[in-house]
């Protein structure tokens, strides 16, 4: 097969990179937030409040200042722009390859979201975990490819791949999910708005809405995933990450009694790479 740059998988890579460069810019501090809360192992005093995004948030820029917010926007890039372009040039080719005479239906549509997403999950899982690592705050990497050098040197080439098993049961089921719910919403839309000015609003509201419910069916994987990427010495398995969370949520002597939204001592990782 020749491809060339006006093949329509080219251009859906392409396509696909520019988008995952506009998001990642646009919500890499959502992003960030998201990890530190997730990672987040000190507890609260006995009634007192949970620790919350706006915390967080705050936390990052205090301690941080306004670019820290955006801490870990070059893997992020690094990842997202082959990365969303994979997704949608093999989303592409399955649907031209098995679906060339129709539209999927609805079942069909979420196998070839979940069969894109694994195939650009498994090329870019490396950088998938330098990008969870500079966003925890936990590790002083200068650089992307430092960073890459210092896990390999350090931890073991598997390293880059740890995670694996908890990043596929996150990416497969909330692609698939956000394809089928995301072409039926659209599906259902009256004709005269899907034909008016008002269609890229109405697409637009459809992608929230099945970003929004897929997030919430994977976000346990995600949370395992983040977990088993930061400390990959402390959790091997994806059932490790589970025991220990439940065990912290229902066992507060096992947390820190600050807000100092700083890992636990006994957590603690103390060897930092400067590379």
């Not at 977990?227 to 059932?239: A, E, G, L, N, W």
């Not at 589970?242 to 636990?264: A, D, E, H």
Request: aromatic letters at 10%; charged letters at 15%.
């Amino acid at each position: 097969m020749e491809f060339s740059p006006a093949h329509p998988a080219v251009k859906a890579f392409m396509c696909g990179s520019l988008s995952g460069t506009c998001s990642t810019l646009l919500f890499q501090p959502l992003d960030l937030v998201k990890t530190r809360l997730q990672t987040l192992q000190s507890g609260v005093q006995p009634g007192s409040g949970r620790v919350g995004m706006v915390t967080v948030f705050v936390s990052v820029l205090r301690t941080e200042k306004l670019l820290g917010l955006w801490r870990g926007v070059s893997p992020s890039f690094v990842r997202c722009i082959p990365g969303v372009g994979i997704y949608f040039s093999t989303y592409f080719t399955l649907k031209q390859r098995f679906f060339a005479d129709g539209a999927p239906g609805p079942l069909q549509a979420a196998l070839l979201g979940a069969g894109a997403r694994c195939v650009a999950g498994v090329c870019m899982l490396p950088v998938t975990v330098i990008k969870t690592r500079f966003e925890s705050g936990r590790y002083k990497y200068s650089s992307v490819f430092g960073a890459l050098q210092c896990v390999c040197r350090t931890e073991g080439a598997k390293t880059l791949f740890s995670g694996l098993t908890a990043t596929l049961l996150r990416d497969a089921p909330f692609s698939g999910l956000y394809v089928m719910i995301y072409s039926q919403a659209k599906y259902t839309l009256p004709q005269e708005i899907s034909q008016s000015s008002y269609a890229p609003l109405a697409n637009f509201s459809c992608g929230v809405l099945a970003g929004i419910l897929a997030s919430i069916v994977t976000q346990p994987a995600d949370v395992v995933k983040t977990h088993i990427q930061v400390s990959p010495d402390v959790f091997s398995r994806t059932s490790d990450v589970v025991q220990f969370i439940y065990k912290v949520s229902t066992n507060t002597s096992t947390t820190c009694r600050c807000r100092c939204l700083q890992p636990c001592r006994n957590n603690q990782i103390n060897s930092f790479c400067n590379v």
